[in-house]
């Protein structure tokens, strides 16, 4: 299945997304923000095709911050990336406008929403000749 790198400063939110996609078969690693997702990036999870973020993760980066380091750098053109918020829905509308996030899904979400969002955003499409 995918590699995914879950991010969040939410421990118990955290663990239940590893817990949802390791039951999907998925390689899941996860940061508690968004410097550690970086970190992450370079080192264990280099080849992830999925990265799920937190919008508001205190303190540093946001979520939004996040997605558009990895997209300026380039370093990860594989990385789909999908936007997590309870909160700030503007964050994520930007982020969508921009093309730095591929989708959002809105917290609280039931885990067949994520299983949902993981699988459109990690299987390959068919090519349109």
Request: charged share 25%; no cysteine; hydrophobic share 45%.
């Given at each position: ?20 996609l ?54 990860h ?17 930007a ?17 067949e ?17």
């Amino acid at each position: 299945m995918a590699k995914i790198l879950a991010v969040d400063d939410d421990t118990n939110l955290l663990r239940m997304v590893v817990v949802i996609l390791e039951a999907q078969r998925h390689e899941v690693h996860y940061a508690a923000n968004g410097q550690k997702a970086l970190e992450a990036l370079e080192g264990t999870a280099h080849d992830a095709t999925l990265m799920i973020t937190d919008m508001m993760m205190p303190p540093g980066m946001t979520g939004l911050e996040l997605a558009r380091t990895i997209r300026q750098g380039h370093q990860h053109p594989q990385l789909k990336i999908l936007a997590l918020t309870a909160m700030n829905r503007d964050l994520v509308e930007a982020g969508l406008n921009e093309k730095v996030f591929d989708e959002g899904l809105p917290k609280p979400f039931e885990p067949e929403e994520l299983i949902a969002a993981v699988k459109r955003l990690t299987q390959p499409t068919a090519d349109l000749a």
